[in-house]
């Protein structure tokens, strides 16, 4: 079958091989054909080593398919099921699990590590985050797979996977963010504009889209942002909408110093600066004992937007047959399996015109 190798980190170009297999499915696990995957930044991420993955390595984490084998122990899901994944499955046992934190629960992550999922000729390939959905077929563990309506179109399904979830999530689950409140989101990518959807959809009143390039501006407004500005009129803003008090939340979508910084200065004494892109592990960010004591603000990560896989992917699909939650105007291009280093060379472009690249395995 067809599959995107990375051969080894740093590699900027993914191999395009068709002889590729997967593992054979054990107990617990599920075959899934592979019909739409989401091309997120994440990919380029683990490929230029910012998040940490093995190679070689099958990139790919945001997809949807088919239920085409189950293993032993597996009731839950049958042949034909579409389903969506995750790259975090709950295993419901651990102290995560148990807490209600299953985006926390690490089980299945280190086998990400530690398991190949794939094979070529000799060499036994690892599948990005444990998936690995840029190829035909995948073997997961059945847990991560969510079964969804079969009239959900796959791209739609593939979204919600990791970006809509992440950034949704981030607003209703990590911030709670509470009607008729100031939000400031820096970073108008996919994930940004699902934390403006978020925003829109939990009640704020006034949703601030922060980007350095001024053709996302007008996107942004078109998901739900009540203002849009380069990172240099953002002073103004808050002087101008909240009496220069500063928001009441600020999401970072960057993962960068800057812009969390940025985040920490606007935010008002008692806000909330909510982490939800993936930064390096030496960036690091600087802040004053005095500053933290003296403004009660709160530093929130948000790893996958706090999800509850089963939950908020069913949440989602209603908040998209509403017509509150805009999925598919996400989707601004389609390609074949043939384009997918072109697809991330436009990722990497910051394209003004692409908010999210869908790869068909149709």
């Not at 740093?10 to 075959?31: A, H, Y």
């Not at 839950?76 to 699990?97: E, K, M, Q, R, Y």
């Not at 939000?183 to 922060?210: E, K, N, W």
Request: proline share 5%; hydrophobic share 45%; with cysteine.
């Amino acid at each position: 079958m067809r599959a995107a190798v990375l051969h080894e980190i740093g590699s900027d170009k993914l191999d395009l091989p068709d002889d590729v297999s997967t593992i054979d499915v054990g107990p617990g696990e599920v075959r899934i054909k592979i019909m739409a995957s989401g091309i997120c930044h994440s990919d380029v991420s683990a490929m230029d080593g910012t998040l940490p993955t093995m190679a070689p390595a099958v990139v790919g984490h945001e997809g949807a398919g088919e239920i085409v084998e189950v293993g032993p122990g597996v009731a839950h899901l049958a042949p034909g099921d579409h389903v969506t994944v995750s790259f975090v499955p709950p295993c419901g046992n651990c102290p995560d699990c148990h807490r209600g934190e299953p985006n926390l629960c690490a089980v299945h992550a280190v086998e990400a590590f530690t398991v190949p999922r794939f094979r070529l000729g000799e060499s036994r390939l690892f599948g990005l985050s444990g998936l690995g959905t840029f190829a035909d077929e995948i073997v997961i563990p059945a847990v991560g797979a969510v079964k969804v309506d079969p009239d959900v179109p796959f791209e739609t399904a593939a979204l919600i996977a990791c970006g809509v979830l992440t950034g949704v999530g981030s607003v209703l689950n990590t911030a709670q963010v509470k009607p008729g409140s100031t939000v400031l989101v820096y970073g108008c990518g996919g994930v940004g504009i699902s934390v403006i959807q978020g925003a829109r959809i939990a009640g704020a009143t006034t949703i601030v889209a922060v980007d350095p390039v001024e053709a996302k501006h007008d996107v942004a407004r078109r998901f739900g942002a009540t203002h849009a500005t380069t990172p240099d009129g953002v002073e103004e803003l808050k002087q101008q909408l909240t009496a220069a008090q500063g928001f009441d939340y600020a999401f970072d979508v960057v993962g960068s110093p800057g812009t969390i910084r940025a985040g920490w200065d606007h935010v008002r004494r008692g806000g909330s600066v909510i982490v939800v892109g993936a930064g390096k592990a030496d960036a690091m960010v600087q802040f004053s004992a005095q500053e933290l004591f003296l403004h009660d603000k709160k530093i929130l990560g948000s790893l996958y937007g706090s999800a509850h896989i089963q939950r908020d992917t069913a949440a989602m699909l209603r908040f998209w047959r509403a017509g509150m939650l805009d999925l598919d105007g996400m989707i601004s291009k389609r390609i074949g399996f043939d384009d997918l280093n072109a697809g991330l060379d436009v990722l990497r472009s910051g394209s003004s015109d692409v908010i999210r690249q869908v790869v068909s395995f149709d």
